[in-house]
């Protein structure tokens, strides 16, 4: 994460299973870029994988490009991860696009003993 272009992931996967175990992306993350920067982003505009993040210590924003199309199965579970910086679900999590409201069928992001209190 040594500049604002730097991300840990860009996927456009439609389907399958994406997990990071005890990962942590935190090393630089006192840079100013730090905030803004977006770390992990994933383009689900016609479809999704699962994400899981377990046990993570993560910096800067997660970002998830949505279209108006169902994206399926597909959805994110932080579980027991903690934030350099960005620790409300407001600042660390940017869905783009032209998603509306959730439906059944949408993107769920689920937030399971979070270690900055971040909420479903």
Not at 112 to 118: P, S, T
Request: proline fraction near 2%.
């Amino acid at each position: 994460m040594r500049n604002t272009r730097s991300q840990v992931i860009y996927s456009r996967w439609a389907d399958g299973h994406i997990t990071f175990d005890g990962c942590s992306d935190t090393a630089l993350g006192f840079k100013s870029i730090s905030t803004t920067l977006v770390a992990h982003e994933y383009n689900v505009t016609s479809g999704a994988p699962q994400i899981r993040y377990v046990q993570c210590d993560l910096v800067g924003v997660h970002r998830f490009r949505v279209g108006t199309a169902s994206i399926g199965r597909g959805g994110v579970v932080y579980d027991q991860c903690t934030r350099k910086n960005n620790r409300t679900h407001e600042t660390f999590l940017q869905v783009v696009g032209t998603w509306t409201a959730p439906q059944s069928t949408d993107l769920k992001i689920a937030n399971r003993e979070d270690g900055d209190g971040i909420r479903p």
